[in-house]
């Protein structure tokens, strides 16, 4: 096993692991949890789209064959995460020090830094799209 491959899964890991933490947040409705999305105007429904999405992130980031795909996925919801707090949000939400930003963050570079290892699949997978 070389470095690359170790650093993949520490990264897939790393990722995954933050956003399958979170899951019990979402779907117990969490007071902090219903407190953000009642702000970005996306609560109750929003809150639960989010979380099977990382739920489903989470999964095809384990998985060897579909990392990628994950890490796509991850990208875009954390993406949007940063996006949130950054306009409406703010970096520290209810006094958490900013801990909810930093876990996006993380897996926003893991995500990306994973899409960098597996380029290829991503390149195979945009030549697929083009030559339908």
């Known amino acids: 096993m070389?470095?690359?491959?170790?650093?993949?899964?520490?990264?897939?890991?790393?990722?995954a692991l933050i956003m399958l933490q979170t899951l019990y947040y979402k779907f117990s409705?969490?007071?902090?949890?219903?407190?953000i999305f009642s702000e970005i105007g996306m609560e109750p429904?929003?809150?639960?789209?989010?979380?099977?999405m990382e739920l489903i992130a989470s999964v095809l980031l384990?998985?060897?064959r579909t990392t990628h795909l994950g890490?796509?996925?991850?990208?875009?919801?954390?993406?949007?995460?940063?996006?949130?707090?950054?306009?409406?949000?703010g970096v520290e939400v209810k006094g958490d020090g900013g801990l909810l930003f930093v876990?996006?963050?993380?897996v926003m570079m893991s995500c990306l830094l994973l899409l960098?290892?597996?380029?290829?699949k991503i390149?195979?997978?945009?030549?697929?799209?083009?030559?339908?």
């Open 2 to 15: 070389n470095f690359q491959n170790i650093f993949s899964w520490v990264l897939r890991l790393l990722a």
């Open 29 to 35: 409705a969490n007071e902090e949890s219903v407190y």
């Open 45 to 52: 429904w929003g809150r639960i789209g989010t979380g099977v």
């Open 62 to 64: 384990l998985y060897p």
């Open 71 to 89: 890490a796509l996925l991850g990208v875009g919801l954390m993406g949007g995460a940063l996006f949130f707090h950054i306009t409406k949000l």
């Open 103 to 106: 876990y996006a963050l993380l």
């Open 116 to 120: 960098y290892f597996h380029r290829n």
């Open 123 to 132: 390149s195979e997978l945009l030549t697929k799209f083009k030559t339908k």
